[in-house]
């Protein structure tokens, strides 16, 4: 299982009527029907990348998630221990892509100066826009802060040569993708700039965001970081599954990138 170098790892799901709840009264994930959650690993080099961490089991059962599997466990199933990951990329500090920080004791991990800003500071006195936050996660990021262990980046910035880190903002204010170019291809994880790979047609908005008109410049970045020939990987879309290579029948892991 190591004909990979970037892998989309399917931790877990949610099935929702659409409509059942009201935009303003429950999670805006509800809405979609069915959305899938991901977390994906990347190979450079001696660098093995983590992008973003899931949501604790905790979190899944507060806010009706299944998860399929623990990303740690995920790993296991790979050969990789925890210990291994040299790097995680949090996206940005959403309850779905900011939860298990502590699970990873060797990686340093960035994020951007605005988005611990955004999920420390006077917006979080709104629920609404504290609503995909878990406090947990926020703290233990924090906690992380404490310890030396997060490097932080104001805009755009390089991990190592060929993966770099771009803000994009929008649907939380310091939101940031991921671009791999190893001089052959060039991919990019979207995480929540995109969530549904439909969104890119008609300038859709996945119905929480912290700014609207940058969730739709963002989509212009995406583009001209993707280029003509790159693959743009989206962060919550089923066809994930099947646009890409199964790692195996026993997994359901995503080749991006062999």
Known sequence: MTDWKVLAIHYGTAVRPVGEL?????????????IEYFVWLIRHGERLILVDTGFSPQEAQRRGRTMLIHPVEALRQLGISASSITDVVITHLHYDHAGNLADFPEALFHLQDREMAYGTGRCMCHDRLRRPFSV????????LTFSGRVRFHDGNGEIVEGLTIHLVGG??????VVRLDDGDN????ASDALHFQRYLEHDDVFPLFA??????EGYRTLRELSGPSGIL??????AVLTSFPPLSSDLAFAKVLR
């Open 211 to 216: 700014d609207y008109p940058e969730v739709l």
């Open 233 to 238: 990987v989206p962060g919550h879309d089923p």
């Open 136 to 143: 947990d996660a926020v703290v233990d990021a924090v906690r």
């Open 171 to 176: 649907h939380s204010r310091g939101l940031q």
């Open 186 to 189: 060039v991919v990019v994880i």
């Open 22 to 34: 009201g935009l303003e009264a429950g999670d805006p994930h509800d809405a979609q029907g069915r």
